[in-house]
């Protein structure tokens, strides 16, 4: 049972085909994002990589789509998926097996965004929770105010003829910036580079997984595509809000833009995810300057950073935990630096439930 398309949940599934053919389930969105998602890792490093194009091909095949609040059998097992509001499609899991009831949250978002609604709650009894950490430590600003920034610095930017390029992941965060801009009607040169416009199509066949399609359609109506070089040029020939990955700058057609933006103060750079420490998004979030031939420049264009989180802050997560019935073992699973065990230790002091923070490799019977 996959919970959603992050290659980080992902990514290693297709290893399981290499020596046999379990079936696999996900919401039908989850399941096509991953394959293009699979694919394209394949296509990038797929030399390092422990499998083939003829495993994710066959992993696709012993796949099923499933809708959100069904019931689904599958040996002693009875499950259903729930709507995690984490990126299109994404799922909690709820899974009965010998008369136990398991929450497995993947990763999970509590509040609605432009793009999705947020995560159902849970308030049912259950035996095991097996939860997300990465936000365990860190308490959101209010999304609205966020989001009214990031329109306010857009507008000024464009009034000024600049240019915005914003670096964001291709699956959700793209998708989230192009119906923010076209809520608030941005009259602007709207441009989506990179892997976004095949996640758009996938999405558009998945219209029930969003919070508001008529927004989502209009905001693909409103975007123009850059499929190469030419496309991309033309796009910075006039004042424009530029979407391209990747969100960290680790890669992808970004680095192009930026590289045509940097030396103009009347350009803007945006950060809307959060920059992982040693990337160079972090970098020019720091210190304010990026890699460009071998040197290290000075970025003259406006650097800011709006923080547009897709995963639940401590509050949402605590909620999530309180809201349900019975007391069951609480799994704190991804997150980083301490932060799942420090909300293990949490738990059990403030909600009085019995918790852990598992390592690689440890097994435990509900
Ligand atoms: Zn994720």
């Not at 290693?12 to 991953?34: E, K, Q, R, W």
């Not at 070089?229 to 796009?235: E, P």
């Not at 680095?255 to 103060?265: A, N, R, S, T």
Request: overall charge neutral; hydrophobic content about 40%.
């Amino acid at each position: 049972m996959l919970s959603h398309a992050h290659i980080d949940h992902s990514g290693g599934l297709p290893i399981f085909y290499t020596t046999g053919n379990p079936p696999l389930f996900g919401t039908s969105a989850t399941l096509a994002l991953t394959e293009l998602l699979i694919s394209d890792m394949l296509r990038i490093s797929g030399k390092y990589l422990p499998f083939e194009a003829q495993e994710l091909g066959r992993m696709m095949h012993y796949s099923t789509p499933l809708d959100y609040d069904k019931w689904m059998r599958a040996n002693s097992f009875r499950f259903k998926l729930l709507n995690a509001g984490h990126i299109p499609g994404s799922s909690l899991i709820l899974l009965e097996c010998n008369g136990k009831r398991i929450l497995y949250t993947g990763d999970f978002n509590d509040l609605d965004t432009a793009l999705l609604t947020g995560a159902s709650l849970f308030e049912q009894e259950l035996d095991a929770v097996i939860i997300e950490s990465t936000y365990s430590q860190k308490l959101r600003s209010d999304r609205q105010k966020i989001e009214l920034q990031l329109i306010k610095a857009t507008e000024n930017i464009l009034e000024e003829n600049g240019t915005i390029c914003i670096p964001a992941f291709s699956v959700g965060r793209s998708q989230e910036i192009m119906c923010i801009l076209t809520k608030h009607a941005v009259d602007a040169h709207i441009i989506v580079d990179g892997m976004a416009r095949a996640v758009n199509q996938i999405i558009t066949a998945n219209l029930d997984f969003i919070r508001d399609y008529n927004l989502f359609l209009n905001a693909i109506k409103k975007i123009h595509s850059v499929r190469n070089k030419k496309d991309r040029d033309r796009a910075l020939s006039m004042p424009s809000v530029i979407i391209a990955p990747a969100g960290m700058l680790t890669g992808g057609s970004v680095k192009y833009y930026i590289k045509k933006l940097y030396d103009d103060p009347s350009n803007g750079l945006f950060f809307v995810s959060f920059q992982i420490e040693g990337t160079p998004g972090a970098r020019i979030v720091e210190t304010g300057q990026f890699q460009y031939k071998k040197k290290f420049v000075d970025i003259e264009a406006q650097i800011k950073h709006f923080e547009l989180s897709s995963h639940a802050d401590r509050t949402g997560l605590l909620e999530l935990l309180k809201n349900i019935q019975g007391s069951p073992k609480v799994f704190c699973m991804h997150g980083d630096k301490g932060s799942c065990s420090i909300f293990a230790q949490e738990t059990i002091e403030n909600l009085g439930l019995d918790a852990v923070a598992p390592s690689v490799g440890d097994t435990f019977k509900i």
